[in-house]
């Protein structure tokens, strides 16, 4: 059985991946209707998520996810945080996320929130 950090794992993951190949095909275990949904952007579908992730990406070059703190899960939900980190040095911002899971444990939805931005 799948575990929150599996989740949380996976998730982020997707979001470093670099090749957009390699990160349509992670996305290809979420829902195919998957929502996602922050401050910021906003997407349906893993098409619409794979080309949200890549304008993402390109944004912020040299920069990667990593899990902060714990994930945990209640029901369908797992929450988590993380930070945008260049290679060395301090995180540039950080954030938390909720994703909802279908009952197969695919991602289905993702709200994301913004704790802090740092310039």
Do not use: C, K
Not at 13 to 33: C, G, I, K, Q, V
Not at 52 to 73: H, K, V
């Amino acid at each position: 059985m799948r575990t929150a950090l599996d989740t949380a794992n996976d998730y982020l993951a997707a979001w470093n991946e670099t090749e957009p190949s390699a990160r349509r095909h992670r996305l290809d275990a979420w829902h195919p209707d998957v929502r996602y949904r922050d401050p910021l952007m906003q997407a349906d579908g893993r098409a619409a998520l794979a080309e949200m992730i890549e304008g993402a990406r390109a944004q912020f070059p040299g920069l990667s996810f990593r899990l902060q703190g714990t994930a945990d899960g209640h029901g369908p939900f797992v929450r988590f945080s993380w930070t945008l980190n260049p290679d060395a040095g301090p995180a540039v911002a950080a954030g938390t996320d909720v994703v909802r899971l279908d009952g197969s444990g695919r991602i289905v939805e993702i709200i994301g929130f913004m704790d802090e931005v740092r310039s």
